[in-house]
């Protein structure tokens, strides 16, 4: 029977040391049980090259000695030469041999680290490393069934955030879709329908004549009766998953850039800078404008309408109040595609050939 300074000596924890839990008691002999099978191995893997090293010779006969070196005396350069020749190959293959034992140490040595000397965050990447390789099988059969669904729920709530932080950037910098609620833009827009906006090209070119543009209400268009909030679709269109359903923005045609004079009697066709205008995107049977004004679009600001005249309360109705000018700081991007519903689908109509004939403003707008 050993002594216990024997047994404390061959320990592979440190002097004294004690599992705080069911779960280190259990990793604790795992590292043993690994440990033992690693020494073993090595036992194998010396015996094996003591072999290789020390091959067995069968005894020559007595009364054959004398014969066989009698033999072998002519020969004595060619058995010189072979001999050479066997050193180098076995020389060859113990260095290899070496090589393979020294990874197959410092990898055992990586693997067996003994959790004791671990440092903080070297515990860290084992558990998780661990807990990777953990199955559902594995985590009932050793009882650790919250810790597995734990895992499952981290690792899921990761890719989730993931997808978030990606659908948000592509909102911010790239596209960001709108729901379409009203009718003001009939034809060229239904409603329910939904559509994206070039948020990419908003921060590079400024939005021209004929253009779909999308626009934050600031100045208060629409009526706050009208206006209805949704938290989780609010959230849900914040961070791009949905299209915006919210009643802040608006979608109309730009008619009017800086510097544009725009006019209309009330009974005929629009004109931009004295030049009257052809609208094929009108509602079919509205009349250009049935409202009479003229205007100078200001510095930075951008004269809209709506291609349903008739139903759209567009810059002509805000002529009075001094908010019928769209700041371009809140034009948040050119609509180009409607992507919902699948029979609506298609890439909107550049209609700036409309004001192909439309000279330059020949003053310099004012703010």
């Known amino acids: 029977m050993a002594d216990d300074k024997t047994t404390a000596n061959n320990s592979p924890y440190p002097e004294g040391y004690k599992p705080q839990s ?11 049980a690994r440990l033992a099978e690693e020494k073993k191995r ?32 002519p020969e004595a350069t060619d058995s010189e030469d072979s001999k050479e020749e066997a050193e180098g190959v076995a020389s060859t293959a113990d260095k290899t041999a070496d090589e393979t034992a020294e990874k197959a140490e410092e990898k055992s040595e990586e693997k067996l680290k003994d959790p004791s000397t671990m440092t903080a965050k070297e515990r ?34 990761t890719v989730v955030l993931y997808a ?11 596209l960001r879709g709108f729901y379409i609620p009203s009718g003001s833009m009939e034809q060229t827009l239904q409603v329910n329908d ?9 921060y590079f070119n400024e939005p021209k004549r004929g253009d779909v543009i999308v626009f934050k209400d600031s100045q208060g268009w629409i009526p706050s009766i009208q206006k209805s909030a949704n938290p989780i679709k609010e959230g849900l269109s914040f961070v791009g998953i949905l299209p915006d359903t919210s009643s802040n923005f608006l979608v109309k045609r730009v008619i009017g850039t800086p510097g544009d ?96 004939s439309v000279p330059s403003p020949t003053s ?3 703010k």
């Open 22 to 32: 069911r779960r280190e008691r259990r990793e604790m002999e795992e590292y043993a």
């Open 42 to 73: 090595e036992q194998v893997e010396l015996a094996s090259s003591e072999q290789v090293e020390n091959p067995r010779v069968d005894e020559a006969r007595p009364a054959d000695v004398d014969a066989a070196s009698a033999s072998a005396q």
């Open 124 to 157: 860290r990447k084992a558990k998780r490393a661990e807990q990777a390789e953990l199955t559902f099988a594995k985590a009932r059969e050793e009882d650790r069934l919250g810790e597995w669904a734990w895992v499952q729920v981290r690792e899921g709530g």
């Open 164 to 174: 978030l932080i990606i659908a948000f950037l592509i909102k911010t910098f790239l």
């Open 194 to 202: 939904r559509v994206f906006i070039n948020v990419a090209g908003s």
């Open 261 to 356: 004079v725009v006019e209309s009697d009330g009974n005929g066709k629009i004109k931009v800078n004295g030049v009257e205008i052809n609208e094929p995107y009108l509602y079919p049977g509205n009349q250009p404008s049935e409202l009479a004004f003229k205007v100078t679009v200001p510095k930075g600001k951008y004269f809209v309408m709506g291609d349903h005249r008739s139903n759209s309360a567009d810059s002509r109705y805000h002529i009075s109040d001094g908010t019928a000018f769209i700041s371009k700081d809140d034009v948040q991007g050119n609509v180009f595609v409607v992507a919902w519903p699948l029979n609506h689908f298609g890439l909107l109509t550049d209609e700036s050939s409309v004001f192909s």
């Open 364 to 366: 310099t707008p004012e």
